[in-house]
């Protein structure tokens, strides 16, 4: 039987905004069936076209608007919403603060969970804070051109200022771009499998400014690699690395495994929470080191340490978090997938005399069980999975472990909620209220931190 919908492709219409997803689209709803429209706001009065039409929502765009939020703002470029590189770029910031806290309390309410949300905590600029770039290398009217991919799609929408990125990354990248056009290298075609540059990423280190520069190639030659280098050098003067990284696979993985060194050093070194780290062109790092720094900060904080305590510190990556807690605790173990990561660990902790942190290869879920057959007790568990949340096998070990506190930093409030209530079922209990820390400013992540602690001793 066909299925009556409220609205129908190509259909002009006129709706007010209720509400905004978590991926940053309005909502206009027909009889209950949403629309989601992107570059629309809660309160606009629009009129809009029917743009996509399934079975439970639609898609519209806005043709123009009859009211507009007062929280809106004239992004000066449309093309950071376009490509996603700020698809909150049209909502004022303390709107996107109260829409990431506002996000929490509704994935709360949901599950019927009586708990309290703080205001997000934001940036004072809000804006330039990545310390890292990747952009894709590509052929636009014949010309070779950085840029972004618009959303959805590889077609790159050439840009200059990235709008959330340190500026000097962004000349850097100009820089780049400039010296491959001078050179008349091609950039990698992906229908043909031709051409040589694939992406070129940039970092910059917060505290030491040093710049390393990675021209991402298809292969394994470089052509002008002396001239490119030498022009590169010259004209950005914090470069303290430049690595070629051979990525021949046809692929929509970044980095290829292997570095060719063609200038200076192989890594650089920046500061989070007055720990040194070495960073190399495949190591993870975190992409905003300010607010990062308060994220891990609050997490510490509110794990109550003075010395004595054994701490775990599940998906430790490169051990941001684990070798800031050694300052304060007696013992800490990481435990991360990635096994280059752990290396990356390890190092950072010799690096800054740090010894009572073990760092181990493995799934969180496993090792936390292994830990716990081994009668390992610890007093404090931090937790900061990826998006897809805690593996029930790992709240289940980390109830028989019992340790008295765990401290769950999120990067996503839906797999946040779920396992809340599995700990729920653990004998614990949240008590705290949950705090976001804006990490991500002008997109849609929230991440936040939060404090359980056990409900009865036993
Ligand atoms: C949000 S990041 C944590 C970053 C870390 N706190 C840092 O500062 O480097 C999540 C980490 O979990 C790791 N991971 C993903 N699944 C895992 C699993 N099953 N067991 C252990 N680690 C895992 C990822 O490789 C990633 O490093």
């Known amino acids: 039987m066909k299925v009556q919908l409220p609205v129908h492709k190509n259909e002009q219409r006129t709706g007010t905004v209720t509400d905004l997803t978590y991926e940053g689209n309005g909502v206009v709803k027909v009889d209950h069936y949403p629309i989601f429209i992107p570059n629309a706001l809660p309160g ?20 123009a608007w009859q009211s507009k ?23 004022a910031y303390p709107a996107q603060l109260r829409f990431k806290q506002k996000l929490i309390q509704d994935l709360l309410q949901k ?11 934001g940036m004072a600029k809000p804006y330039q804070y990545r310390n890292k770039a990747q952009v894709p290398v ?16 590889h077609q790159l929408v050439p840009i200059e200022d990235f709008y959330i990125q340190d500026p000097v990354i962004d000349q850097t990248i100009l820089v780049v771009r400039d010296a491959l056009r001078k050179f008349k290298l091609t950039p990698y075609d992906e229908k043909t499998g031709k051409g040589i540059i694939r992406t070129v990423m940039v970092r910059r280190g917060y ?14 030659h ?15 003067p914090e470069l303290k690395s430049l ?34 780290f070495k960073i190399s062109p495949l190591s993870f790092y975190q992409v905003n080191p300010q607010q990062t720094e308060r994220l891990y900060q609050t997490a510490i904080d509110q794990a109550g340490l003075d010395g004595r305590q054994t701490v775990i510190d599940a998906y430790c990556g490169i051990g941001t978090i684990s070798l800031a807690v050694a300052k304060h605790a007696k013992q800490v173990y990481g435990v991360e997938i990635v096994p280059a990561a752990i290396e990356d660990a390890k190092q950072n902790a ?17 090792q936390m069980a292994k830990w716990q057959k081994a009668g390992l007790k610890p007093d404090v568990l931090i937790v900061d999975p990826p998006r897809k949340g805690l593996a029930e096998s790992l709240i289940t070990a980390a109830g028989q472990m019992a340790p008295k506190k765990i401290i769950y930093v999120s990067c996503n409030p839906a797999t946040l909620v779920r396992d809340l209530q599995r700990f729920v079922e653990q004998g614990y209990h949240v008590t705290k209220p949950i705090q976001p820390v804006d990490q991500f400013p002008q997109t849609t992540h929230v991440e936040s931190v939060t404090v359980l602690e056990r409900t009865q001793n036993d």
């Open 350 to 366: 010799a690096l800054n005399g740090i010894t009572n942190a073990k760092f181990v290869v493995g799934k969180a879920e496993e």
């Open 44 to 63: 606009e009065a629009i009129e809009y076209v029917v743009t996509k039409v399934t079975k439970n929502f639609a898609w519209g765009r806005v043709l």
């Open 222 to 236: 470089l052509p002008y690699a002396k001239e490119l280098t030498a022009t590169i050098k010259k004209q950005v």
């Open 138 to 153: 590509k052929l636009v009217k014949g010309q070779l051109q950085t840029g972004f991919y618009r959303r959805g799609s």
């Open 207 to 220: 505290y030491s400014h040093e710049v390393m520069v990675v021209l991402i190639t298809k292969t394994q």
């Open 111 to 121: 599950a019927h969970l009586d708990l309290a949300v703080s205001p997000t905590m």
């Open 69 to 91: 939020s007062p929280d809106r703002v004239d992004l000066a470029d449309q093309r950071y919403l376009q490509t996603g590189i700020a698809p909150l770029g049209h909502l």
């Open 243 to 276: 690595v070629q990284n051979i990525n021949s696979k046809p692929t929509n993985k970044l980095l290829g495994d292997e570095n060719r060194l063609l200038w200076g050093q192989a890594t650089i070194e920046d500061r989070l929470l007055g720990i040194d």
